[in-house]
Structures are given as C-alpha cells and as structure tokens.
C-alpha cells in the first residue's frame, strides 16, 4: 500500500482516491500522541492490513521520536501485543488510557 502522511493522519486511498485504510492520532503533550481511530475498508478486512498499518503508524512515530497511547481499542490491542517489539514507542500512560471506539468521528 502507497501510505500518506498529514499531521495527526495516516492513510491509503486506491487509484480511484477511495480510502483504503486509515489511522488518527491527536498530539497530546510531552511527545505523546493518542492513536483515537483505525480504519480497513471492508474489501481489505482480514487479510492484515490494520496490523500493516500499525506498524506503519509504529516506525513512524519512533523516527519522529513520538510515544504512543490509544484510545482506539484496536490500536490499544496492538500496542498491547507487540510491547516488546515497540516498547521504545509506548508511553507508560497506556495502561491508564481510557479505551473507545471513534464512528463517525466521535467517541
């Protein structure tokens, strides 16, 4: 996937600008940022492309020397499950985070 990369988004569109995938995250303070929504189009559900995804949010925010925690219950999971791999990335403040799902924008 070709990725795209704007302040507080990261995402995929196809050749027809239809967005394929999707990550936001809000700056927080002290180099903390909150990853608040993922989304997978449904034609590309199960097939790995959110954990692609994460990863790329993941290398993204170490080469800007970021943290991370995530509201997003997905994000969360997947913080949560590559601690180790990532652990350079993840703000101590995950373990308070207050998880939601973002539809339509909100929580």
Sequence with gaps: MNWKFEDGRIYSVDDKGELMAETTYVLKENGVVDIDHTYVNPVLRGQGVASKMMEV?????REKGLKATASC???????????EKYSDIISKEIENEAIACKIGGKH
Aim: hydrophobic share 45%; aromatic share 18%.
């Design 73 to 83: 219950s997905y994000a969360n999971s997947w913080l949560q499950k590559n601690k």
């Design 57 to 61: 949010v993941a290398e993204f925010l």
